[in-house]
Every structure is written in structure tokens, then in C-alpha cells.
């Protein structure tokens, strides 16, 4: 048995139009409450890539996501957790670019490589994998589609790899594999 329901629009009690159907999309009403989540998009990549040697700052293969915003005013709340195996002394650093605007990062550092987030690597644990969390809240200031993309490259030796979702040497089963969001 399947139930089907049809409206042009929806509306609270006290006439606040909350959602409405313009006849090729549905769009939110002002009576939405301010805070309220409009819609979430999420990815997994459970494969395992490799960047190479890379001295500039690469796109991670698969991990971009599209999400379209209701509003102007739209927030993004960025949640990011890799999987990741390096080289010793590889010093992983990644960032996160809207459309084709990297994100701002600190700039005040004085010496150093600005980046969005990091990882460490451990000199003699290429057999590790290491979880990186980050989040970051994004106003991208408009209401069209919009592609958020992970890069990455080796801050210390650019002759370093980074490896997402195994360990950076598989040699036995004591390494692992992961999934990365």
C-alpha cells in the first residue's frame, strides 16, 4: 500500500508560509525558523589514492561534494575526516576550495606554510594510518550550486606521498585500511 500527499504549499498555523511549490521547484518560506537546517549532503570514499609527488596543492580524487544553498545568507558547516597513511617526515597538508576559491587560512603565521588543517607524521611509522578531523563554518554568499573539493600536497619534501584510506606500507595485516568523509 503507498500514501501519497500533494500541496502547493505548507504553512503553520498561524499562516507563516513555510515551504511553497513555484511548479518547477519548491522553494523555503519566510516562516522557516532561523537556525533550521535546510538540507545536507554527505560522501564516503572507502578507495585508497595516492598523490604522488606533488609540490602544489592537488584535488584528492573523490573528494568533492555539491551542495546548493536556499539563500544568500546560507551557512555550510564542514565536517572532514580522512584516513591517512604518509612517509616519514611527509607532513600532510591539506585545503578545502569552494568552486575555485581556496578557503582563507591563516596568514599571519610568520614562517611556516599556511594551510586549512594538517596531519604529523611519526619518522618510522609509514606502517600507520592517522585520522584527521576538521571542521570549518563557510558563508559562501550566494544560492546556486556550489562544489566544495579537498586538496592536498607534502609540506616538508615534495618527493613524499600522502596515501588516503591504507597505511602507507602494506605489508602484512597488521596495517589498515579506513573510509574517509
Same mark, same amino acid.
Given at each position: 500500500?503507498?500514501?501519497? !500527499? /500533494?500541496?502547493?504549499? +505548507?504553512?503553520?498555523?498561524? @499562516?507563516?508560509? %513555510?515551504?511553497?511549490?513555484?511548479?518547477?521547484?519548491?522553494?523555503?518560506?519566510?516562516?522557516?525558523?532561523? *537556525?533550521?537546517?535546510?538540507?545536507?549532503?554527505?560522501?564516503?570514499?572507502?578507495?585508497? &589514492?595516492?598523490?604522488?609527488? +606533488?609540490?602544489?596543492?592537488?584535488?584528492?580524487?573523490?573528494?568533492?561534494?555539491?551542495?546548493?544553498?536556499?539563500?544568500?545568507?546560507? /551557512? &555550510?558547516?564542514?565536517?572532514? @575526516?580522512?584516513? +591517512?597513511?604518509?612517509?616519514?617526515? #611527509? $607532513?600532510?597538508?591539506?585545503? +578545502?576550495?569552494?568552486?575555485?576559491?581556496?578557503?582563507? !587560512? =591563516?596568514?599571519?603565521? *610568520?614562517? *611556516?606554510?599556511?594551510?586549512?588543517?594538517?596531519?604529523?607524521? &611519526?619518522?618510522?611509522?609509514?606502517?600507520?594510518?592517522?585520522?584527521?578531523?576538521?571542521? $570549518? %563554518?563557510? #558563508?559562501?554568499?550566494? =544560492?546556486? @550550486?556550489?562544489? $566544495?573539493?579537498?586538496?592536498?600536497?607534502?609540506?616538508?619534501?615534495?618527493?613524499?606521498?600522502? /596515501?588516503?584510506?591504507?597505511?602507507?606500507? %602494506?605489508?602484512?595485516?597488521?596495517?589498515?585500511? *579506513?573510509?574517509?568523509?
Amino acid at each position: 500500500m503507498s500514501s501519497e !500527499i /500533494k500541496a502547493d504549499s +505548507i504553512q503553520s498555523t498561524g @499562516s507563516r508560509v %513555510l515551504a511553497s511549490d513555484s511548479g518547477s521547484a519548491w522553494s523555503w518560506g519566510s516562516g522557516v525558523p532561523t *537556525g533550521t537546517m535546510h538540507n545536507c549532503v554527505s560522501m564516503q570514499k572507502r578507495d585508497a &589514492v595516492s598523490s604522488g609527488a +606533488i609540490s602544489a596543492a592537488t584535488d584528492i580524487s573523490g573528494m568533492t561534494l555539491d551542495i546548493h544553498p536556499t539563500s544568500q545568507s546560507s /551557512k &555550510v558547516l564542514i565536517f572532514v @575526516s580522512l584516513n +591517512i597513511g604518509t612517509q616519514a617526515d #611527509s $607532513y600532510p597538508a591539506f585545503f +578545502i576550495v569552494r568552486d575555485s576559491t581556496t578557503l582563507p !587560512i =591563516n596568514t599571519t603565521v *610568520g614562517t *611556516g606554510t599556511e594551510v586549512m588543517f594538517s596531519g604529523a607524521t &611519526v619518522s618510522s611509522h609509514s606502517s600507520a594510518n592517522e585520522q584527521i578531523n576538521f571542521h $570549518y %563554518l563557510d #558563508s559562501p554568499n550566494k =544560492n546556486t @550550486s556550489t562544489t $566544495y573539493k579537498i586538496q592536498w600536497r607534502a609540506m616538508s619534501t615534495t618527493t613524499r606521498t600522502i /596515501k588516503l584510506n591504507q597505511a602507507h606500507t %602494506l605489508a602484512d595485516d597488521n596495517q589498515t585500511l *579506513g573510509t574517509s568523509t
